[in-house]
């Protein structure tokens, strides 16, 4: 029986194609099913992949487009689905695709655990190898000349391993590959940009390093040992904590599940998920021919195996109804959009419009109330109270009765106590003010990069409390590494950050404020909910907001810190992540550039000596330990003037870590 889709696409045409029914629509395309009559032979099925009439005006889309036609037809694989051809059909480019008839490999697991079942151990492996060897013929491919043309995927995940009924494993969709030339040899600009599948990203498509075919063997990794384990490798409470498990490379859930595995099998999948991409198994081909021993039974039985299960999945999804059009979460984002005309005010034709539309019969936003001595009571809204305890405002302890309720302390509320600085956030911790410490230091004499300095050589852990005037910053140190840091600025505020760069519209920051209560007070997670960012952007976003609000400290010519070793603090807030060496480095040149002394001889004829490193101290750089050891025998600066080898920040940096002191 044909659908009335079907019926209408009957006479359809793109190119010498005949559309049957579309699959699927997309960001940039949209896909039919379609028939293709050849000048001999039967007809086949085939996949069209139109792009979008309205993206045409974007030229970096229609290059991403064409890039896909002119990669897809230089690779012939197995394993690899197959471009068949491409052109342009009513001004609009398309691409002609192998069809696979099964399931993709996100459909076939969704249906293994819904009935209870997994891939057995060599069957997994028999798909992972086949993944990899249609990943090792992409990173293969050349051009017309033969030259490679380091073709990088960049979306390895299970929604792009495509499985047939006759148990073949075909690795798909290069529409967001990337070759590093292009076929006539020029140099491509660097798109480094994450667009992958959260859980299939290798850690630097998270910040700024170069991505090259090692990120597409981490997330291929990934993939395997997730059908080993039955489970995602990177999983978590929300997309922010997968992105952070990402980032650090965290694999223990793997190690815990792999100790039945052979010795050999962990250590290949170990090598291929190791962080640092230096470190990591560089090729398919190699991850390949470390598995391939462990596939365990005949590939002709084991591809059977998986056209069966393959079957099974089609069948069963073909009984399954669509999702609806619109999820609870967006219907109840609708709902509460109300929230923002209560929160801003202003012209209605110059106040930007979000990208949610809006419901006048959502839920009216809280009021709360500030009591005060002697005072009435000071009404805020949601996002007035947020801005009133970071300024300092209003104080942690204030009494505050939300919507004519019981009065409770302002860090007693759950949607605010995210918005406290750490020491402010327990009762507990209001004894860590500044002079409750012997460990206190006088910004103006011993600067902000010594005081990191000083906690990197002694292993220090616990709070670190910068303050200046209308300045306030706190520091979570773990064994001698910076961790966490809050601060009261009101421009280093992500919210703030985000407008000031033009990510966000004040309207749209406004709409999430007035959402946030809903969302525990997180505005990240609240962004994410109104689909105002994607979960990359807005980690890269926290990543630069945390090492902003840590480095800016640096730059402080005056000012106070206090270090309270004994304070444990909840694990609250962005993690921030930094080289401590490179952080000391960057803290020198960012005092150099606000005109801030670097460092200068305390009196005249000073010189420089070598300070014993604590064994139990961060080991050195090698190159920083080199230099160190030059001046064991205390020598005037003098000495190294002229000398190419002796870089004045290197000592600046030695100076800073406590290796070096000045002498008499």
């Not at 029914?21 to 996949?47: C, I, K, Q």
């Not at 076939?108 to 891939?119: E, V, Y």
């Not at 462990?294 to 002709?300: D, H, I, L, N, T």
Request: some cysteine; hydrophobic content about 45%.
């Amino acid at each position: 029986m044909s659908t009335p889709q079907s019926v209408e696409l009957e006479a359809a045409r793109i190119g010498p194609y005949r559309l049957l029914d579309r699959l699927a629509v997309g960001g940039m395309a949209e896909v039919y099913r379609a028939l293709f009559t050849p000048s001999a032979g039967a007809e086949r099925a085939v996949v069209v992949k139109r792009m979008l009439p309205e993206l045409l005006e974007h030229s970096e889309c229609v290059r991403m487009f064409e890039d896909e036609a002119r990669i897809g037809e230089r690779i012939r694989h197995p394993n690899v689905v197959q471009v068949l051809g491409s052109g342009t059909h009513e001004g609009a480019p398309y691409l002609a695709l192998e069809y696979v008839f099964g399931v993709d490999l996100h459909r076939l697991l969704r249906h293994l655990r819904s009935t209870g079942q997994a891939l057995r151990p060599p069957l997994s492996l028999f798909v992972a190898t086949r993944l990899l060897a249609g990943l090792a013929a992409v990173h293969a491919a050349t051009d017309s000349e033969g030259r490679l043309l380091g073709v990088v995927h960049r979306d390895v995940s299970p929604s792009n391993v495509f499985l047939s009924v006759h148990g073949e494993v075909k690795l798909g969709d290069l529409g967001i590959a990337r070759a590093l030339l292009r076929e006539r040899g020029t140099k491509r600009p660097a798109q480094d940009g994450a667009r992958g599948k959260l859980g299939y990203l290798a850690p630097e498509q998270l910040g700024e390093g170069k991505v090259d075919a090692r990120a597409d063997v981490f997330a291929a990794a990934a993939l395997v040992a997730e059908l080993l384990m039955g489970q995602p490798l990177f999983a978590g409470p929300s997309e922010l904590a997968v992105l952070l498990a990402v980032r650090d490379a965290d694999i223990q859930a793997f190690q815990r599940h792999a100790a039945d595995l052979p010795k050999e099998l962990r250590s290949a999948l170990e090598a291929a998920l190791r962080r640092d991409p230096e470190a990591r198994t560089s090729r398919a081909e190699d991850l390949l021919m470390a598995l391939e021993p462990f596939v365990s039974e005949p590939e002709k039985r084991l591809a059977s195996e998986l056209g069966a299960l393959v079957r099974r999945a089609h069948e069963a999804s073909s009984l399954t109804p669509p999702p609806r059009e619109r999820t609870s979460l967006a219907r109840t984002v609708e709902a509460d959009a109300r929230m923002l005309l209560a929160l801003s005010p202003g012209d209605p034709s110059t106040t930007p419009t979000p990208r949610v539309a809006l419901d006048p019969n959502g839920p009216t936003a809280s009021i709360y109330e500030v009591e005060r001595d002697g005072a009435p009571p000071s009404l805020y809204s949601y996002a007035g109270l947020v801005a009133a305890l970071v300024g300092g405002e209003v104080a942690p302890h204030a009494l505050v009765v939300v919507n004519g309720g019981e009065a409770k302390p302002a860090h007693h509320l759950p949607e605010m106590v995210r918005h406290l600085l750490p020491s402010a956030r327990e009762p507990a911790q209001g004894r860590a003010r500044l002079g409750d410490t012997t460990e206190l230091f006088d910004l103006s004499v011993t600067p902000a990069t010594e005081v990191f300095g000083y906690a990197y050589r002694t292993r220090f852990s616990g709070l670190a409390v910068f303050e200046g005037e209308a300045r306030h910053k706190e520091v979570h140190f773990a064994r001698g590494v910076p961790v966490r840091v809050a601060s009261r600025a009101h421009e280093e505020l992500l919210g703030q950050r985000l407008v000031a760069d033009g990510t966000l519209s004040e309207g749209e920051l406004s709409l999430a404020l007035a959402m946030m209560p809903r969302y525990e007070g997180r505005l990240g997670d609240t962004l994410l909910a109104l689909d105002l960012l994607t979960p990359v952007a807005l980690f890269r976003a926290l990543s630069l907001q945390a090492r902003e609000r840590l480095g800016e400290v640096h730059e402080w010519p005056d000012g106070r810190a206090a270090l309270y070793g004994e304070l444990e603090l909840p694990g609250r807030g962005f993690p921030v992540e930094v080289q401590p060496i490179e952080f000391l480095r960057d803290g020198l040149a960012r005092r150099a550039a606000a005109g801030l002394p670097v460092f200068a001889p305390p009196w005249s004829g000073a010189r420089l000596g070598a300070e014993p490193w604590p064994r139990a101290a961060h080991a050195l750089p090698q190159a920083l330990e080199a230099l160190r050891t030059r001046f064991v025998s205390p020598l005037p600066l003098a000495t190294f003037a002229g000398d190419a080898a002796v870089d004045s920040t290197e000592i600046a940096l030695l100076l800073s870590l406590g290796a070096l002191r000045w002498v008499a």
